[in-house]
């Protein structure tokens, strides 16, 4: 069946860097957008990073404004895999992340009406 697992999550001090990384399964992912949202404590969860299909080997990537320039977001179709590359952490980037997924027509990408979505995975950036 279809799964989305995160991990790499954890605790870090303000300025350091995590990865997490998303093993999806259960189909074929070449064309579906990838995308990483959190949600902190109190708040709606909301869109961090995508990656989505252009045709062939293309794909674009779309960030938030909160995170751009920081968080990097890639993914590895041989393994079936999307990762996060979080730099330059800040406290107030404390949440759960989320790894979603969502077939190649569905392009607001910044919602979560993501049609697959994985359990999260903690950052605890602390001050």
């Known amino acids: 069946q279809v799964q989305l697992v995160e991990s790499g999550g954890g605790l870090v001090q303000a300025g350091g860097s995590l990865r997490l990384s998303c093993a999806a399964s259960?189909?074929?992912?070449?064309?579906?957008?990838l995308g990483w949202f959190r949600q902190a404590p109190g708040k709606e969860r909301e869109f961090a990073a995508a990656t989505s299909w252009s045709g062939g080997n293309t794909y674009y990537t779309h960030y938030a404004d909160s995170v751009k320039g920081r968080f990097t977001i890639f993914r590895d179709n041989a393994k079936n895999a999307v990762y996060l590359q979080m730099n330059s952490l800040k406290p107030e980037d404390t949440a759960v992340y989320y790894c979603?997924?969502?077939?190649?027509?569905?392009?607001?990408?910044?919602?979560?009406?993501?049609?697959?979505w994985g359990q999260g995975t903690q950052v605890t950036v602390s001050s």
């Open positions: 979603a997924a969502a077939p190649q027509w569905y392009t607001d990408y910044k919602r979560a009406g993501y049609e697959y």
């Open positions: 259960g189909r074929t992912w070449t064309s579906y957008t």
